[in-house]
């Protein structure tokens, strides 16, 4: 990426700028754009692809960090959930063996059958 743009930095100074900077006084007298201009166009011209691959870069990272942050918290909801799932099959196969136990009474007493010890 920042060789693109250095490569399209490149060309257009080699368009826009050659015959402005080759024609450029040693003072300035009027006849031209000042030594200076010429150094800040060279410093943004390499500065803005730098900066914008910093920016995309940035981007990137934090878009892998809310992915991640986003994956970490399905995982732990998950896990919670399986927790949950653990803790409920024994306390429902306890509540179900206890409504046996007592439907198994209440119908001999019904019946009036002897119980088994």
Same mark, same amino acid.
């Given at each position: ?45 390499? !500065?803005? $692809?730098?900066? #914008?691959? *910093?920016?995309?870069? %940035? ?9 991640? &942050? ?17 803790? !409920?099959? $024994?306390?429902? #196969?306890? *509540?179900?063996?206890? %409504? ?9 007493? &019904? ?7």
């Amino acid at each position: 990426m920042i060789s693109f743009f250095l490569l399209v930095r490149e060309q257009l100074e080699s368009t826009l700028f050659q015959d402005i900077s080759r024609n450029a006084p040693d003072g300035n007298n009027g006849s031209g754009p000042p030594f200076k201009m010429f150094i800040y166009v060279q410093m943004l011209t390499y !500065l803005a $692809p730098l900066l #914008f691959s *910093i920016a995309i870069k %940035t981007t990137k990272q934090l878009m892998k960090t809310e992915t991640e &942050r986003k994956e970490a918290a399905h995982v732990k909801l998950q896990s919670e959930l399986q927790h949950l799932h653990y803790q !409920l099959q $024994p306390h429902f #196969f306890l *509540i179900l063996s206890i %409504t046996f136990i007592r439907w198994s009474i209440f119908h001999r007493i &019904r019946l009036k059958l002897p119980f088994i010890v």
